[in-house]
Each structure stands twice: as C-alpha cells, then as structure tokens.
C-alpha cells in the first residue's frame, strides 16, 4: 500500500514537496514515481526511480522537480520547485517490485493528492 501526502494550494513560482509512504514491506526493490493526472486529461508519468536510484523525468518537469528515495523509511518524495498552473494535478504514487530491471507482480497506486498552482 502506498499514501500520498503533500499536496494543497501553491502560487506560481512556489514549492511543495510530495510524500509517498509505502507499507507492508522494504521499497528497496521496488520502482517508484510519481504520476498526475488534470481533468480531462490522461494520467501522465512525471517522475520515476529506479532501486539504483537512476531517475527519469517528464520534458514538462526537468529542471523544477526532482525525485528522491529515502528506503530507510519506505517513502519516496517529489520536490516540485518553480511550480506553474499548468502543474495543476492530482498526483499519483506509483510502486511495482523490480527484479533485474523488469516490473513483476501487481501495481501499487495511491489514492492521489490534489496539487494547485493558482495565484
């Protein structure tokens, strides 16, 4: 199971950071990322990591947001930095266990937390 926490109302060119908190068992081995959807819209990626800690960014998002691991605690973080309106988003934690760099076995997703960017 994965929680997300963090989201709320944010003016532009603020910064918020999202917190996913997984329970159950060590996310050492685990792929994670952070996902948003706006209405409308389909549910994009926008940012992932791997159990190397190799990350992955939407063009929309490079150089603003940043994602981090800390497995210690089982919680993965996104830090979103120069937001924009058109961040605006429910934002998703995903989580699947990795294995010698494949997905296998079911999809965790988190409930969402709403994310707006509005002056």
């Known amino acids: 199971q994965v929680v997300e926490s963090g989201g709320g109302l944010v003016q532009p060119g603020g910064s918020l950071r999202l917190s996913c908190a997984a329970s159950?068992?060590?996310?050492?081995?685990?792929?994670m990322g952070w996902y948003r959807q706006a209405p409308g819209n389909q549910r994009d990626m926008v940012a992932t990591v791997n159990v190397r800690g190799a990350t992955n960014y939407a063009d929309s998002v490079k150089g603003r947001f940043s994602i981090s691991r800390d497995s210690a605690v089982n919680t993965v973080y996104l830090q979103m930095n120069s937001v924009k309106p058109e961040d605006t988003a429910v934002y998703y934690c995903?989580?699947?266990?990795?294995?010698?760099?494949?997905?296998?076995?079911?999809?965790?997703w988190g409930q969402g937390t709403q994310v707006t960017v509005s002056s």
């Open positions: 159950g068992s060590s996310t050492s081995n685990y792929f």
């Open positions: 995903f989580a699947r266990k990795s294995f010698s760099g494949i997905l296998i076995g079911p999809e965790y």
